[in-house]
């Protein structure tokens, strides 16, 4: 009769770890869809800067500094490992600031703005911004669910013996973008 328990309570053990495992497998396999969403999403973005940066330079030739860094920073997020989270956030956020004085620069510029060219590249750039912000979203909403299985009692335990990490969320790394604006009538 004990064996009998013993076996049945070894039987109930393991499937209830196979559960917890493959529960964490999700979670992983949640966490690199996420990923991937974002990198489709920036791959987009980088694809239409290089046209944003031309129809640009050619009404505001003398502004070559600001057009140098979106291109420079575009390279540069395009040369990063795609596993390198923290890297891509950083030069991703920067290449956005970048992209926020592009715009800025052309604010100074009323043919440039009455472009009907670079009217549909601002709004393809604006449309791509929202895919990102909702891809991040969904990542990090992945990693925040693997993360707590990683963390929790009792999936920390198969989460440990096969070797499951957290993983990074893809956050602002500028103080600067997360500052209230000021507001002023």
Known sequence: MIAWFVLTLLIALSVFAIILYNTLVKKRQ????????????????????????????????????????????????????????????????????????????????????????????????DDIENAIQMARRYYNGAVRGLNVAVESFPSNLIANQFKFEKAEYFEIEDDADRAVPAVQF
């Open 30 to 125: 949640m966490v690199e869809e996420g990923w991937s969403g974002i990198d489709v999403q920036l791959k987009r973005r980088a694809n239409l800067i290089p046209n944003l940066v031309e129809t640009v330079k050619g009404y505001v030739s003398h502004e070559q500094e600001t057009l140098d860094a979106v291109t420079q920073l575009r390279t540069q997020a395009g040369s990063l490992p795609k596993d390198d989270i923290a890297g891509r956030a950083k030069v991703e956020g920067q290449l956005s600031q970048a992209l926020g004085r592009l715009f800025a620069v052309a604010e100074a510029y009323p043919d440039l703005k009455a472009s009907h060219n670079f009217s549909d590249l601002h709004q393809s750039l």
